[in-house]
């Protein structure tokens, strides 16, 4: 609910802003190892660069968001 904090005192929007920050990160550094892993398939390798550029992208708005909701507080 919004306005409401998790166990450790930080408002749910700012925890799922965290966690979603984390995870783009995490399949990022996924994404990378799956494109090296099909470097014979040029398909598949350039269908990885192009989710792995996506969750950067995610991750990137995901960060602005954080910083201008902690700069308010």
Request: negative net charge; proline residues 0%; glycine residues 4%.
């Amino acid at each position: 609910m919004a306005g409401e904090t998790q166990d450790t005192g930080t408002s749910d929007s700012t925890y799922d802003l965290v966690s979603v920050l984390y995870h783009c990160l995490q399949g990022v550094e996924m994404y990378e190892v799956y494109a090296a892993d099909a470097e014979d398939d040029e398909e598949l390798a350039r269908f990885f660069e192009e989710i792995t550029q996506q969750e950067r992208e995610r991750a990137e708005r995901a960060k602005q968001l954080l910083a201008a909701r902690l700069n308010r507080s």
